[in-house]
């Protein structure tokens, strides 16, 4: 359970949040939106622990977190909108290097790209992410995001630069994880 | 795009939160509607009056 109480945060003296205030329950699917620069990344990069709140209480599984206690980010798999993925690598040798920097073994990431693998079904995992549709690129930082056996998800912009096909796709995966 | 990305947004979520300037303005909750259907013709016209000028 992700609770968010009375968060607020500033950047350069502007407020970015004020008083955000709701909570997650085990199982849910909550999304966020709203305007370009309306706090929505922002909220998203909270609880990741990416960055830290001004004012407020962030709870996850009943628990008081801050930036300064970061054993909570164990429990979350996380999917930005910024491109991170190294283009030059493919699918398996990037989740394979992910794996080793999350701190698994080769057996758990082989046994967890197994499952990946399972679920996303990339259209070719040997060849150079490079030469992925958009929507593949977002199945390998789906991937990713799934190396870790996380209890809590957090997604930002999911659907940004995919045709139809790929939302139906990858609209179909989330109602499966969840 | 747009048309498509409401059908997104309700279909795989529990809860919606509508944020605008910082502050949630608006919030939908499966649980609060007595169905599906009633909590996705509620959240389209809240989307179709308020927020679609956002997705375009």
């Not at chain 1, 991170?84 to 990037?94: C, G, M, P, Q």
């Not at chain 1, 789906?142 to 990858?170: C, R, S, W, Y």
């Not at chain 2, 910082?22 to 389209?44: P, R, T, V, W």
Request: glycine content about 6%.
């Amino acid at each position: 359970m992700i609770e968010l109480i009375g968060i607020s945060k500033c950047f350069d003296k502007k407020i970015v949040l004020k008083d955000i205030t709701f909570c997650v329950n085990r199982g849910e699917f909550v999304t966020i939106i709203g305007k370009i620069g309306s706090g929505k990344s922002t909220i998203l990069n909270i609880v990741s622990g990416l960055i830290k709140y001004d004012s407020g209480e962030l709870k996850i599984n009943g628990k008081i977190v801050k930036i300064s206690n970061r054993n909570y980010i164990k429990d979350i798999g996380v999917l930005l909108s910024c491109d991170y993925l190294i283009e030059e690598f493919s699918t398996l040798l990037y989740w394979k290097c992910m794996g080793k920097l999350l701190g698994l073994t080769t057996s758990e990431i082989n046994h967890r790209i197994e499952y990946i693998n399972y679920i996303c079904q990339i259209s070719d995992p040997n060849i150079p992410i490079s030469k992925l549709s958009s929507g593949n690129k977002m199945l390998v930082k789906i991937g990713t995001m799934l190396l870790k056996e996380a209890q809590i998800l957090v997604v930002d912009e999911p659907f940004t630069n995919l045709d139809i096909n790929e939302i139906e796709k990858l609209k179909e995966f989330y109602l499966t994880v969840i | 795009m747009t048309s498509h990305y409401p059908e997104s947004i309700y279909k795989i979520s529990n809860k919606i939160y509508v944020l605008d300037n910082g502050k949630i303005e608006h919030n939908f909750s499966k649980n609060d509607f007595q169905s599906y259907e009633i909590f996705k013709l509620n959240f389209m016209q809240y989307f179709n009056k308020s927020l679609i000028s956002t997705f375009n």
